[in-house]
């Protein structure tokens, strides 16, 4: 399998990875349990101000580090989408930098989430190192370092 489609398929999984976040973004105010309830029920309820902005509540804070982080993995899905295309040095440097953020991102998902989302993480990242390997193999070969 070429390093094209295998940092394609790294992207589409990293696209997975947002919608499975943004599922989780538009759902989370509706938990399970009358503990999560009352809790959810506080977090929209408790109005505070914070850094010059009033009337905030954990629950804005919560929807808004989420929609950031959907955004991010999808920013993150279309930078390896178009990375693909291309086979030289930079590529390479660019590729480490995201699968290290990937890495970081995985194992903040660990320590924070559960499993399934730190697999897309895994898979993703494992794509990437397949492709980077494969990548400066063919550079090697081809004499293309720029």
Not at 10 to 28: I, N, P, R
Not at 32 to 37: A, E, H, K, L, R
Not at 49 to 70: E, L, P, W
Not at 93 to 114: C, M
Request: hydrophobic share 55%.
């Amino acid at each position: 399998m070429s390093s094209k489609i295998l940092i394609r398929i790294a992207a589409l999984v990293m696209l997975l990875h947002s919608f499975g976040h943004t599922f989780g973004l538009l759902t989370w105010q509706d938990p399970n349990g009358d503990i999560p309830i009352e809790v959810v029920q506080k977090m929209q309820n408790v109005k505070f101000s914070f850094m010059g902005k009033d009337g905030s509540t954990m629950a804005d804070f919560y929807s808004g580090a989420s929609y950031c982080g959907t955004l991010l993995l999808l920013l993150i899905a279309a930078i390896l989408w178009t990375l693909s295309d291309r086979k030289d040095q930079l590529v390479v440097k660019q590729l480490w930098i995201i699968a290290s953020a990937i890495v970081l991102l995985g194992i903040v998902e660990a320590i924070y989430f559960f499993p399934f989302a730190v697999s897309f993480c895994v898979i993703s990242v494992t794509l990437i190192f397949i492709a980077l390997y494969k990548l400066k193999k063919q550079i090697s070969t081809d004499g293309n370092i720029g």
